[in-house]
């Protein structure tokens, strides 16, 4: 099913008739469905994936010259209200499944296959080399399922892919990061985004929660076990807010016992965010400081923007339980 992209127990030719009858007649293998795919000038695929009534999530494909990189989502909206984030602002509804978590990857493979000509390759070569758990939802608040869809990613008869292919990302909770080690450890990247806990609190207010120096401790954990000798840190770029000399240095600061590379996301704007992307000049003296200081420093090149497929800019289809959009309205409806 995995390997081939087969949805169909008869074009399973190498199992046994009576295995193939069997399952014909107690199993159901139904892909999720998917709404809308667009192509981005660049290259960059998206689609909406159908979960149910009013309710959709979007995966993302990125291709580059050395590798395919998928960018997943592992729920529909996100409880974790980062300011800067249009995921975190529509609210959230539920946690994915496995299926429909796997079901993306099967269904961009099997998509991506069909569009290059190439049904017949065989798993190994991969139009899809790397997974990001990045998409819409924090991965590890949907822990068992994210878990479970990873191995399969992993496994050698699914779709193999090595431990260093792939990364989750998370804002910093901190008590799964310490059970993902053990469970299945990925390369990891944090969300940190701030390099003071009062900014943090604000920004990615599970913060207050799990405030940075638990987090860096957290990463030095996770490192022992982790597939890479480095934990990403992302830092989204907001224009005055947290892209200043004075925040470089401070994140140089926190981050001196954790071995570590940063990826620098200009932010990516939507509606009514209160943001604005830093100027570039600012991420360049910003970059040019941490790499001064011996670390390896990307800048994200945004991606598939024509199609609203960027970074942050995710926003399927949300029915949220939370009521946060509506606590939203009220209060801006007052002021
Ligand atoms: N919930 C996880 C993974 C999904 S978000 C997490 O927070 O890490 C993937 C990355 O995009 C995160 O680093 C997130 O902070 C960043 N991001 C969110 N909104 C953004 C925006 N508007 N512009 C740029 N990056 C954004
Ligand atoms: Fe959720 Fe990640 Fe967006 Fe924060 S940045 S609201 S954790 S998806």
Redesign the pocket.
Known sequence: MHHFGVNDVEQMTDIAKTLREKLRMEAEITPPTVQLEQVSDDGTHKWLIGTDAGNSVETVFIPEDDRGTLCISSQIG?A?E?T?????RQGFNRNLSVAEIIGQLWIANKSLRQEGGYEMLSANDRIISNVV???????LANYDNVVTSMQIMLDDSAYGLSRRRVTL???GLVNQMDRLKEDCPVAL???L?APNDALRDVLVPINKKYPIKELMTACERYLVKAPRDFVTF?Y?MLDGVNDTVEHAHQLLDIVRNVPCKFNL??????PN?GYETSKQSHIRVFRDILMQAGYVVTVRKTRGDDIDA????LAGKVLDKTKRSLKRINIEAIA
Request: charged share 5%; with cysteine.
């Open positions: 996100c974790l980062c800067f984030c249009s995921t975190g758990m990045m998409g819409m939802g924090e991965p990302s998370t804002s990247a944090v969300s985004h992302e989204v996301i200009p932010f990516n704007p939507f965010s960027a970074c942050g800019q």
